[in-house]
Each structure stands twice: as structure tokens, then as C-alpha cells.
């Protein structure tokens, strides 16, 4: 027997009544590094390739469900899981911190729910924190077997041997958004009399449990799950195998391990508004007790016209990476064109008022080659005399920007076989022998305990996590 539910995180909804075409709304789309305008239509389309498999009946979405606390924002969207709950399907859902706006100082929640005008924009009705629960209570907690009311958090039965705890992590809002006590206290029960009947767990949480990479909780380590440390060493003695995330819109999939040897994955998804966008297919095996987890994407966005472009190259105009890609062109022969493409990436003020300076300053780093790093790095990275001499035609930025462009689809470009992953290897690994005599402090202090410069370049390089963040099969 299999049972088969999907997955997908952070639409970020944006109603169309919320905004109107203009630098205001344009200029939080680029801040917020996803596709804000067009997240009605790519929620449809997303959602079509639910209802288009007809062996899944379970929609489960993980958080940032709306943008920022907005009332006209979450009615609009409540109509599409209305609309999907219409044919049929069931639609679980757990809310986080943009899901509602801060309320007075009662929190740290910093959104605040607008409408975006021609120059500005201007306040709307709120949702606040304690509005979430009853707002979407028909979508899980009415057909949960607990829920604790605190949190909003709940526990559903998904099959026969195999039980869903969605976790809501709003926490405070922003220094620890996770489970208080009380709440942590019903999900070890809720974990308690699920292995006591027999069933399979697996938890679904809206910020991280394993940080995509370990710079990560090092560097923003509020950005996790609120008591994380606590709910790894939980899910290890309570034998829970996987917990679905988000938040952080990296696709990536990492495995942790305690010291005797107990484990579980933390399977995030990147948000479906970004240039790769994906959603997850899962299937439980009641028989084998594998838990298959495969990853889908789009190639076009339902009723949107994106100039003919598929939707990975049209979405990947909208963020920072690539308002920068696709301006490169326009560097040289039409510098206003450029300087309005980079909009929102480059300090627009001082590209105008100092052009030449600019130009002749970018234009510069646009002209280095590979050959540049791998001259600098040579004696640590093992490349041979012909790589050497093939790389004083490769450009430097396009390699560079393929490592960032992919920051967020997982499985990163550039596996230890390849040039560029032993010409920027080189120039870490000679930084680390620099850092080894030299002790310079603040290096240190960015550097997770333990790693090198290296160490934290290498996971954005390559996978070197499951061997591959888009799919994988766990026993759980």
C-alpha cells in the first residue's frame, strides 16, 4: 500500500488588489528575491500539477503563505485552497512570519501589511499572530487528531501507519521562532503516542532544523528554528526520520547524525516564486517503510505572459543575480539600459552621477579571466599547464555567477572534476595557509568553529551533502 501527498513552501502571495504597477511594488519584488506580482499565477500552476495526479489526495504548504500580514492577501489565497478543497483534495497548512504584521510591540515581528501605490504605499488591514489559527483552521487543525491551540500547531493521521505533525514555528517573530514550552511538551506526547501505536512520524516546520550550509546558523542563527539543538536531539531519541522545511528558498536536503549513530533529514524546498522553484512529490511505502521524495518544477506559468521566456529565465530576471546577468550585455554600448537593469542591485544614484567612473570600474571586472584566481591559487589547486592556458579565455564573472545562481537550486555547478572547482579551491585553500600564520581575527570569527574558508565554499561549489537535493528515498 502507498500513500502520496505533495509538498510546496513560501508562495508568498501577493493578491493582485494589493499592488499596482510602479517602482514601489517592483522594488520590494527584487528585495524580497521572489516573484511577488506574479505568485497568483504561479500558485495555479504549481497547484494544476497536484490536481493532475490523481494518486495524491494531500496538499501540505509550510509557511509564508502571504507576504507580509496582509487581510485582502490572505482572503485571496484562502479562495485558491478553497478552490482546491472544491475538487476534491485535502490542503494542510502551517503559517510563519510574514503570515501576519506586527502588533504594537507585543512581538518582533517586523511586516507590516500594505498595499503598494504608484509611489508608495499605504497601511491595510492586518492579520496579527493570534488571528492564524481560527483564519485556517479548516485547513489542517479541522481535521486533526490534536492540535495545540498555543501555537496552532497539529497532528493528522496521513495513512494507516504513518503520522504528520505540522508544526507552526511564529514563535516570537523573529529571535526564536519555534515552540515554547507548553508546545514542545504536546509534541513529544504527540511523538509518544504515535510510536506507541505503531506509526511512522514524520514533522513538517517552516524554518530550519539543519541549516542549508553550517555558515548558515553560524552567521544568522535566528533565522532557524527556535530551539533547534533541542528538537534535533528530540527526533533522534523519538527515532523521527525526516522533517520537511522551508523558509530559508535553498532546495537542499542534509542529513544529520548524533554521536550514537541516530539520524534524520531535513528535506527543505526552495519557494516556488524563485527563478528554479519546485515542489515536492511524496510517497510512503506502508510495506517497505520508504519514504520517496522526488521534486518538480515548472516550464511555464499559467496566464502570465512572460515575452515567450520559459519560467526559470523569466524569473530568474526578477532577482538580484540575474537583474546583474542579464544587464552584463548592455555594460559597454548602453549604459543607461544597464544602470536601469541593476536597479535595486547597484546604487542607481551614484551610477548616474559618476558614469565614467563606474563604467570603467565595472567594465574592468567584467574583462578578468579564470586565469586570474588560478595564477593566484596555483600552488594549492593541481591544475595542469593546458588548464592553465584554457583559462586565460574563460571569463571570471559568468563562473561566478553561475556558483550564485544556483545557491538556491541546490546541487551546486561545479563538482571536484571541473576547473572552476579547483581554481576557486585554489584561492580558499591558499587564504586558509595565509590564515594559519596570520590568526587574523575577524576571518575567523565569520568562519563556523572548526572550518576553513574552504569548508564553507565547498557545499556552494558542489553537493557534498546527499548527492542530490532534489530527490531521495528514506526508511523511515
Known amino acids: 500500500m502507498t500513500y502520496t501527498f505533495y509538498l510546496l513552501t513560501d508562495p508568498h502571495y501577493l493578491a493582485h488588489e494589493s499592488w499596482v504597477e510602479g517602482e514601489a511594488v517592483n522594488g520590494r519584488e527584487r528585495g ?12 495555479d500552476t504549481f497547484t494544476d500539477l497536484f ?9 501540505l504548504i509550510t509557511g509564508d503563505l502571504v507576504n507580509a500580514g ?35 510591540g507585543r512581538d518582533e515581528n517586523i511586516f507590516s501589511a500594505v498595499r503598494y501605490t504608484e509611489t508608495g504605499s499605504e497601511p491595510v488591514e492586518s492579520v496579527y499572530k493570534t488571528d492564524l489559527l481560527p483564519l485556517y483552521y479548516d485547513y489542517g487543525p479541522a481535521d486533526a487528531d490534536s492540535v495545540h491551540e498555543e501555537s496552532g500547531s497539529y497532528s493528522v493521521k496521513l495513512c494507516d501507519g504513518l503520522r504528520l505533525i505540522m508544526i507552526n514555528d511564529n514563535g516570537n517573530g523573529r529571535s526564536h521562532c519555534g ?29 530550519p532544523v539543519i541549516p542549508p550550509w553550517d555558515i548558515y546558523s553560524h552567521m544568522v542563527e535566528f533565522e532557524m528554528y527556535g530551539g ?7 527526533m533522534c531519541e523519538k527515532g523521527v526520520k525526516v522533517v520537511f522545511t522551508g523558509h530559508t528558498h535553498v532546495q537542499n536536503i542534509r542529513k544529520y547524525e548524533d554521536e550514537k549513530g541516530r539520524f534524520f533529514y531535513d528535506v527543505s524546498t526552495t519557494a516556488m516564486g524563485t527563478p528554479e522553484g519546485k515542489m515536492r512529490k511524496i510517497t510512503f511505502d506502508a510495506d517497505t517503510g520508504d ?3 522526488e521534486s518538480l518544477g515548472i516550464e511555464t506559468i499559467k496566464g502570465l505572459d512572460t515575452g515567450g521566456k520559459s519560467a526559470t529565465d523569466y524569473l530568474y530576471g526578477l532577482n538580484f543575480i540575474g537583474l546583474l546577468d542579464n544587464s552584463l550585455p548592455f555594460l559597454k554600448t548602453d549604459w543607461p539600459r544597464f544602470v536601469d537593469g541593476v536597479r535595486g542591485l547597484l546604487p542607481t544614484d551614484k551610477l548616474l552621477s559618476h558614469p565614467k567612473l563606474w563604467k570603467t570600474g565595472l567594465s574592468a571586472v567584467s574583462s578578468l579571466k579564470m586565469s586570474l584566481p588560478a595564477k593566484f591559487g596555483k600552488k594549492y ?20 555567477i553561475e556558483v550564485v ?14 576547473v572552476q572547482y579547483k581554481v576557486f579551491t585554489g584561492v580558499t585553500k591558499k587564504i586558509d595557509r595565509a590564515q594559519e600564520k596570520l590568526k587574523i581575527k575577524k576571518l575567523a570569527a565569520l568562519l563556523p568553529p572548526g572550518q576553513t574558508l574552504t569548508d564553507v565554499l565547498l557545499p556552494f561549489l558542489y553537493n557534498n551533502r546527499t548527492g542530490d537535493d532534489d530527490n531521495i528515498t528514506i526508511h523511515i
Open 32 to 43: 524580497d528575491q521572489i516573484a511577488l506580482k506574479a505568485s497568483p499565477e504561479i500558485f
Open 51 to 59: 490536481l493532475a495526479d490523481e494518486s495524491a489526495d494531500t496538499l
Open 70 to 104: 496582509s487581510l485582502i492577501d490572505h482572503n485571496s489565497f484562502k479562495a485558491k485552497l478553497d478552490a482546491i478543497k472544491a475538487k476534491g483534495r485535502r490542503v494542510w497548512v502551517t503559517t510563519a512570519t510574514h503570515d501576519y504584521s506586527s502588533q504594537g
Open 179 to 207: 515552540l515554547f514550552a507548553d508546545g514542545v511538551r504536546w509534541l513529544t506526547d504527540e511523538i509518544d503516542k504515535a510510536n506507541g501505536a505503531g506509526e511512522k512520524v514524520i514533522l513538517a516546520v517552516h524554518h
Open 228 to 234: 533547534y539543538k533541542d528538537l534535533s536531539r528530540l
Open 291 to 293: 519514504l520517496k521524495v
Open 381 to 400: 589547486n593541481g591544475l595542469t599547464g593546458k588548464e592553465i592556458k584554457d583559462l586565460k579565455e574563460m571569463p571570471l564573472l559568468p563562473e561566478v
Open 405 to 418: 545562481r544556483r545557491v538556491f537550486a541546490g546541487n551546486g555547478p561545479f563538482p571536484p572534476e571541473t
